[in-house]
């Protein structure tokens, strides 16, 4: 006998050594660990008929909108298993639905690889089109405060300010 879609799920993010949680049956909520985006919150849910993926990417943007989505829906039409989309309040999220018969682990492996990807790629991207503004007034509080930038580097070349 073979191995349910949530049997298969489960062994491929052992296999991976990916952390995960189990809150109720045939859902999953894997972490996925990046270097932009320090991790990427992704869920897998068994339905009747198709596995659902879900990932949150970021918040809806402070400004430059038009630009953020048109670049978000440009990003859509080479995208493998997942798209960018947008929930009722504007925040993005990265979605997907596979027939639970495609589910296997090389497709829950290229899924979730490819989920990882999209977000960790993207993400400074995103908030340099979105979120400019609010970083360079961080940039800036922290440099009055004497406290580290270290993790706002991937964004000096528009919020430092010139010397």
């Known amino acids: 006998m073979s191995a349910g ?13 990916i952390s995960y949680e189990r809150p109720r049956p045939g859902a999953f909520l894997a972490k ?4 932009h985006k ?4 992704t869920w897998l849910i068994v339905g009747d008929q198709a596995l659902h993926v879900e990932a949150f990417f970021c918040r809806q943007p402070d400004e430059n ?14 995208m493998y298993g997942v798209s960018f989309t947008l929930d009722p309040v504007g925040d993005v999220y990265l979605v997907g639905r596979i027939p639970l018969p495609a589910v ?3 497709e829950i ?28 007034r ?23 300010p010139a010397d």
């Not at 320090?38 to 919150?41: E, F, V, Y």
């Open 5 to 17: 879609p949530a049997e298969v799920i489960e062994e491929t993010l052992k296999a991976a050594e």
């Open 32 to 35: 996925l660990p990046g270097q």
């Open 38 to 41: 320090l991790a990427t919150m």
């Open 65 to 78: 909108h038009e630009e953020f989505y048109r670049w978000l829906l440009t990003k859509n039409g080479s």
């Open 104 to 106: 296997t682990p090389e």
């Open 109 to 136: 492996d290229r899924l979730l690889g490819c989920v990882l990807t999209y977000s960790d790629e993207n993400f400074d991207r995103a908030l340099e089109i979105g979120f400019a503004s609010s970083i360079r």
């Open 138 to 160: 961080e940039w800036e509080w922290r440099l009055k405060r004497g406290e580290s930038t270290a993790n706002l580097q991937a964004f000096a070349r528009f919020a430092q």
